[in-house]
C-alpha cells in the first residue's frame, strides 16, 4: 500500500537540527517495513504548533492532498484537539506509526487522552512560571535571572516574529519588548512603588535588562508603561 509520511515540529529549532524529525522518520519506516507500506512522498512543518488544524498547515494540507493514507509516528504530531482528530477522520484517511492497526475508538480515545496531557502541560507551566515569579519577588537572586533571561529571550523571539510579518518595525520590537516584561514591571508597582526612578531601579534590583541591555532610566519606564497603558 502507498502511504505518505507527515512529519511536524514545533519549533524551528527542532527543525533546523533534526531533533524529534529523525525519530518520527524511524517510526515510520519502521512501521512501514512491518506493515509492507511504501512512503511515496514526506512532508515536514516545521514551527508550527499543534493547535493548528492540520488541513490548514503548508505541508500537512500538501500530504492530504495526495488522497493516500497519511502517517505520523504519534497521533499527536497531527494534533491533541480531539476535533481535530475526529473532524480528520471524516475526511481523510490517516494512520498513526506506533498504532498501525488501531480502530476510530481507540484513536478518538487517544486523542482525548493527548489534549488532556496538552491541558496537563499548560496548567504546570503557568504555575511554574508563577512559583519562578514568586521567587524573585522574593529575593531569590537566582529566580530573578531566570525571570531576566526569560524577559530577553520573549522580547527577541516576539520581536523576530513582529519583524517576519513586517509593518512597522521598530514599533513592533519596542511592543513585543515592552509586553515581554510586561509581569515584572506590574511586580515593581504592586510592591508600592510610585516614582518612575522607583520602578527603574526594581527593574535594575531585578538584572531585567533595558531592550538595548543597558540600564534603567525613569524616562524609559515611562515610554514602556505609556505602550502597556499602565500607571501608578
Not at 500538501?62 to 481535530?84: C, I, N, Q, T, Y
Not at 522580547?155 to 520590537?173: F, H, P
Not at 535594575?204 to 505609556?226: F, H, I, L, S, Y
Request: glycine fraction near 6%; charge should be positive.
Amino acid at each position: 500500500m502507498k502511504v505518505v509520511a507527515y512529519y511536524r515540529v514545533s519549533t524551528k529549532r527542532q527543525g533546523e537540527s533534526g531533533l524529534g524529525l529523525e525519530a518520527q522518520r524511524e517510526y515510520v519506516e519502521t512501521a512501514a517495513q512491518a506493515n509492507g507500506w511504501e512512503v511515496v512522498s514526506e512532508y515536514t512543518d516545521v514551527n508550527v504548533s499543534g493547535s493548528v488544524h492540520p488541513l490548514e498547515r503548508p505541508e500537512a494540507s500538501k500530504a492530504f492532498a495526495h488522497g493516500l493514507p497519511v502517517v505520523v509516528a504519534k497521533l499527536d504530531r497531527l494534533s491533541r484537539d480531539v476535533e481535530h482528530i475526529a473532524g480528520l477522520m471524516k475526511r481523510a484517511d490517516f494512520k498513526v506509526a506506533t498504532m498501525p492497526h488501531a480502530k476510530t475508538l481507540e484513536l478518538h480515545l487517544y486523542a482525548m487522552l493527548a489534549q488532556q496531557e496538552r491541558e496537563f502541560i499548560s496548567q504546570r507551566t503557568k504555575e511554574a512560571l508563577q512559583k519562578l515569579a514568586d521567587r524573585a519577588e522574593n529575593g531569590d537572586k537566582d529566580a530573578q535571572q531566570k525571570v531576566a533571561n526569560r524577559s530577553v529571550a520573549l522580547a527577541k523571539g516576539r520581536t523576530k516574529e513582529n519583524q517576519a510579518k513586517g509593518g512597522e518595525s521598530t514599533k513592533a520590537k519596542a511592543s513585543a519588548f515592552a509586553e515581554s516584561i510586561r509581569d515584572t514591571l506590574e511586580l515593581c508597582v504592586l510592591k508600592g512603588t510610585r516614582t518612575l526612578q522607583g520602578v527603574a531601579d526594581c527593574l535594575n534590583d531585578k538584572g531585567v535588562p533595558t531592550a538595548n541591555g543597558g540600564k534603567w532610566q525613569p524616562m524609559q519606564v515611562k515610554r514602556v508603561m505609556e505602550r502597556l497603558s499602565l500607571s501608578f
